[in-house]
């Protein structure tokens, strides 16, 4: 049995235009998939960096607590990694000059973490720049020298932190893997986490006392990452080797 279908120009028409629209609808999919946007910014304005493109930075949040960041310096050491970036709070730092002066002997980078863990996002503009520059002063205090890099304590920050920190020579880092070490869920979940890490990740890792089974997962991620061929690098070297690509905020 045949079948005859009769079209009038105008369905003709709305065919037409549906097909353009599917087109492009699975165009921008496509572009979504492959396009990787590694920094937040301001439009035309300051970045917070949250991925490169290429090998692989370890980020330690150090906000509070006198048991968890020995351990886990130790395991780097027995781990051989040599490159690691840890973002300190300045009243951390000022609790703990030992620890932070083993940290750049071994050759591990500083980046601020404020100096309270406060969320600048919900902190007015003046307050913001107290924390930093508070911040600040306890590291120059403790001879660390050359700071570069930023990380809003909470995580949480705005265009205002963004252009804050740019005035004050900083660079805002964020991360694209989260280990979510500090709810604790297991060391396992914890590795897990951090598994599906590739080229250009910056890891967002813990080394506060509320972070209980990071230093015991740490060997397991450690061995994934070398399994992977991946090279461990501070996010300053990431940065100098990386090409950034910027999306607003707001």
């Known amino acids: 049995m045949n079948f005859f279908y009769i079209w009038d120009g105008k369905s003709i028409k709305k065919m037409g235009l549906i097909i353009v629209f599917a087109f492009f609808a699975a165009w921008f999919l496509y572009i979504g998939n492959i396009v990787h946007m590694p920094a937040f910014s301001t439009k035309d304005g300051p970045k917070a960096v949250y991925k490169g493109e290429k090998d692989l930075a370890l980020t330690f ?31 951390w730092a000022e609790r703990h000059p030992d620890l932070v002066a083993r940290i750049v002997k071994e050759g591990f980078e500083i980046g ?34 050359d700071i570069k890099l930023v990380r809003a304590p909470t ?18 880092v964020h991360w694209s893997i989260d280990s979510k070490d500090w709810t604790n869920p297991g060391i396992e979940e914890i590795v897990n986490n951090v598994s599906r890490a590739k080229k250009g990740d910056i890891i ?16 397991a991620i450690i061995n994934n990452i070398n399994k992977k061929g991946l090279k461990l690098v501070t996010v300053s070297e990431m940065l100098a080797n990386a090409e950034t690509r910027t999306k607003e905020i707001k």
């Open 61 to 91: 949040n150090i906000g509070w607590g006198d048991e968890k960041a020995e351990p886990i310096l130790d395991v780097l050491q027995k781990e051989n990694v040599k490159s690691a970036t840890f973002f300190l709070s300045g009243s």
């Open 112 to 145: 601020i973490l404020g100096y309270n863990y406060e969320d600048y996002s919900d902190l007015e503009d003046a307050k913001i720049r107290q924390d930093l520059a508070k911040a600040q002063v306890v590291f120059k205090k403790l001879n660390v020298k």
């Open 155 to 172: 995580g949480h920050f705005d265009q205002r932190t963004l252009i804050i920190a740019e005035r004050l020579g900083y660079s805002v």
């Open 204 to 219: 967002l890792l813990h080394a506060s006392d509320a972070a209980k089974q990071t230093a015991k997962a740490l060997p």
